[in-house]
């Protein structure tokens, strides 16, 4: 296909700016193609339906395949720069035929041109005009044919789209994006002397540090700029996050920083963040408004408007004209210094835009970016990828960091299941059974192969769970060819395929990605669902191979997480519990040149009054000890009648605890904590502890109550914890267990002991809250006495 047009942008001299700029020396200002196209030529419509691409390396080849095609005289990789005003524009052309007189703008692609979004063909006109008047400028010449060459990589066929321009017409078009971005460019010099010159009179906003406090400031404050890696253990009620923050901007005042990425698992943690801030903001002499730029990052289902559309201008009025509109939102955020996510969604509706995707974009331009941990971390993490591409130097401050081993491990895990491949049978066409039948066969022959019965009654009946050496060579064969024969088809439906097969395709190829890459951080798994938990095969499980599951669990992190700390300009983690160091630090990855500060507890330790009871919670022992456990919560209310939390192991220990308590002391109000509970019902939860309340919460340490949660004062003054909060022992943990050995020797430590502690530690956490709290705290098991327990806890606490 060729489409050939003339002259489609009207003629007309350059501005006199570019002609007075040639003697103006070297500009302030500069930008490549890319990012000028990015920023000033994106129009029309959001567009998120999937358009197969080809891999970097295919693109690659794409082009070496088509200078090949164009002969000895044809150049490639020109390299290319010229000004406009303040302005230096900078990039590298594909490719230029003399004998056409033709400068070529090579895209590879998958699929049908026509499915190429019209806001990326857009971009790709921009970037072969831009190039073009760069080469006008180069080379003397006062016409050009550019092409834009569309390469499909699998039948090696292209497509081209030519225009042929005047010099003066590329000039003009050059000039409106130059323009266009300049004016936004000055305007963001202006903003960063106006930030700097802030930042470097900061004020801390409290009247005083609190104890401890200071030196967590100064230590942060070193790390950030000097870019260092930071490990900060300090007690609730410390002030961490104002206390990291605060010392992060005043870094970011005595180095080139661009940004602060502030992470954390939990919604509540991302509010105090935003509380800091906005007390910062209040405690200055125009507390109106900070030179700062601040934004909190949501998960695109809480931002979502319509959730009943598709992503694309068709579906979704917010996509719809999203980059045409785009402008006028991004110059209204500039007036705004916190961009919460109720701010962020006024601004994006105020011009009918989408917020989610209004949040993307404002990274581009933000200061201080708080989100949660996926944002950097996961495979496809949006702040990691726009740091990596223009080489930003970010400060990574990571709340509640005890969280990212469990985080980061579900990151780099992947499950594959027979069922799902039969449940999708019914969507694909006929021409993939073939491969969906190889596949099942192979899912057939894995179990087979590795059937060891379950008791010696029943010899037919696999084993539910069994660990394998790696992922089967000829299953993953399997898979492979799968998910390329469902590429195939995705490609040729183009956006009209369906959202599930494409699901399907990204999950397959996730898992082949990830078994490609197994190795000792990880551990291959083959189990045996029951029919009732796989409700997407509606029952159509007549073969024991048909409740087959491969997991690909990922138990060290490290090989991921390590490269995604190095691209970080400075780390920053910290949390109440970070003991001992070498558990983050083997898991994780951390440098070994990486600091720890370990920081006492700011307040009174009389005024948490600690005891151990000293029985069994063992499983077996249970039905034995829960009389005493309970008596023991009993005789602690009515000694001093007011808000407590009793923190229980698992749900199923909880309910018996509850429901004995609730027969045996009918006069102390109760109320627990339950499976599944919603935003309303967690609300109502905690609204129960108020000032003048009197009564006990059940919750699962561990669970939503047993951190983040804050209850001052007479809200909460004290706390029960039975167990020591270990994971329970099972064939998963176990074989984890067996890896921890292997690798670091520390198998029963990692695996069990040093997690459950982790949640013990912050549940107490939850009593106090201020210098002014007083409260009780009851360990409840023998093993809280033992030297080898108590050197993971707090020293405070008195028990050694």
């Avoid at 005042?253 to 698992?265: E, F, G, K, T, V």
């Avoid at 018996?656 to 967690?682: G, K, L, N, V, Y």
Wanted: with cysteine.
């Amino acid at each position: 296909m060729e489409i050939i047009s003339q002259e489609p942008v009207q003629e007309g001299e350059a501005p006199a700016v570019c002609a007075e700029a040639r003697g103006a020396g070297k500009p302030p200002l500069s930008v490549s193609v890319r990012a000028l196209c990015a920023f000033a030529a994106r129009q029309g419509d959001l567009d998120l339906r999937f358009t197969p691409s080809p891999t970097a390396q295919q693109g690659r080849e794409g082009h070496l395949l088509v200078a090949r095609r164009r002969g000895e005289s044809y150049e490639s990789e020109i390299v290319l720069s010229a000004v406009w005003g303040d302005l230096k524009v900078s990039g590298r052309a594909d490719g230029y035929d003399p004998r056409r007189n033709d400068l070529e703008e090579i895209k590879t692609h998958r699929g049908r041109i026509e499915d190429i979004p019209a806001n990326q063909q857009a971009l790709h006109r921009a970037q072969a005009r831009l190039y073009g008047w760069m080469f006008c400028e180069a080379r003397g010449l006062e016409q050009l044919t550019v092409s834009r060459v569309y390469l499909e990589i699998g039948l090696e066929a292209e497509s081209r789209v030519s225009e042929t321009l005047s010099a003066a017409a590329l000039r003009e078009f050059a000039g409106s994006l130059c323009e266009r971005y300049a004016g936004w460019a000055r305007s963001e010099a202006r903003h960063r002397e106006q930030r700097q010159r802030w930042l470097a009179t900061l004020a801390f906003p409290l009247p005083a540090f609190r104890p401890g406090q200071r030196e967590l400031a100064a230590a942060v404050w070193r790390a950030c700029r000097s870019g260092e890696r930071l490990r900060v253990e300090a007690p609730t009620g410390l002030g961490k996050t104002l206390g990291t923050l605060y010392p992060a901007l005043r870094a970011m005042a005595d180095r080139p920083l661009d940004r602060i990425a502030m992470l954390s698992a939990r919604t509540t943690a991302r509010q105090v963040a935003l509380d800091a801030f906005a007390q910062i903001r209040a405690e200055q002499p125009h507390p109106q408004r900070m030179p700062l730029r601040v934004i909190e990052i949501v998960a695109r289902e809480r931002a979502c408007e319509h959730p009943d559309k598709a992503c694309h201008g068709e579906s979704c009025p917010l996509a719809r004209g999203f980059y045409d509109r785009l402008p006028a939102a991004r110059r209204q955020a500039c007036d705004v210094d916190l961009l919460d996510q109720a701010t962020t969604r006024e601004i994006a509706l105020a011009h009918r835009i989408c917020p989610y995707f209004f949040s993307m974009e404002w990274l581009r331009w933000c200061d201080v970016a708080i989100g949660d941990y996926h944002y950097w971390f996961d495979r496809y993490a949006v702040l990691a990828a726009l740091t990596a591409e223009f080489e930003w130097k970010v400060a990574v401050l990571i709340d509640e960091a005890h969280q990212l081993v469990a985080r980061t491990r579900a990151m780099y895990s992947a499950s594959a299941s027979a069922a799902a491949l039969i449940a999708l049978q019914p969507q694909l066409p006929p021409a993939l059974r073939g491969a969906v039948g190889d596949l099942l066969n192979q899912w057939e022959q894995l179990v087979d192969a590795h059937t060891v019965p379950s008791t010696a009654s029943d010899p037919a009946e696999p084993s539910r769970w069994q660990q394998l050496p790696e992922p089967p060579e000829d299953w993953l064969r399997a898979l492979h060819r799968f998910n390329s024969r469902l590429g195939d088809h995705v490609t040729e439906q183009g956006r009209a395929a369906s959202p599930t097969v494409l699901e399907a395709w990204f999950d397959g190829l996730s898992f082949a990605s990830l078994a490609d890459n197994f190795g000792e951080h990880s551990l291959c798994e083959l189990s045996l669902a029951e029919a009732g938990e796989l409700p997407e095969a509606q029952g159509l499980l007549p073969r024991t191979s048909d409740r087959a599951q491969l997991t690909l669990r990922n138990v060290v992190p490290a090989p991921f997480i390590r490269p995604r700390l190095e691209l970080a300009d400075s780390v920053v983690m910290f949390s109440a519990t970070l003991n001992p160091p070498d558990y983050d630090g083997n898991l994780l990855g951390l440098p070994d040149s990486t600091s720890t500060l370990r920081l006492a507890s700011p307040f009174d330790p009389d005024r948490l009054r600690v005891s151990v009871l000293p029985v069994s919670t063992r499983i077996t022992d249970r039905a034995r000890t829960l009389p005493r456990v309970l008596a023991a919560l009993a005789r602690e209310y009515h000694r001093e009648p007011g808000n407590y939390l009793a923190f229980f192991s698992s749900f199923d220990y909880l309910q018996q605890a509850f429901t004995r308590f609730r027969a045996e002391h009918p006069d102390i109000t109760t109320w627990a904590q339950t499976r599944s509970m919603t935003d309303a019902s967690r609300t109502a939860f905690l609204e129960r502890f108020h000032p003048e309340g009197q009564g006990i919460g059940f919750a699962v340490l561990g669970g939503a109550f047993g951190e983040g949660i804050d209850l001052p004062g007479r809200r909460l003054i004290g706390a029960f914890i039975a167990t020591l909060g270990m994971p329970q022992v099972d064939a998963v943990n176990e074989a984890i267990a067996a890896r921890m050995d292997k690798l670091f020797e520390r198998g029963h430590d990692y695996t069990y002991l040093i997690p459950g502690l982790q949640k013990v530690v912050q549940a107490a956490g939850r009593v106090i809250r201020s210098p002014e709290d007083r409260g009780m705290l009851m360990l409840i098991d023998a093993r809280y006495s033992w030297p080898r327990y108590q050197q993971l806890l707090p020293a405070a606490w008195g028990l050694g």
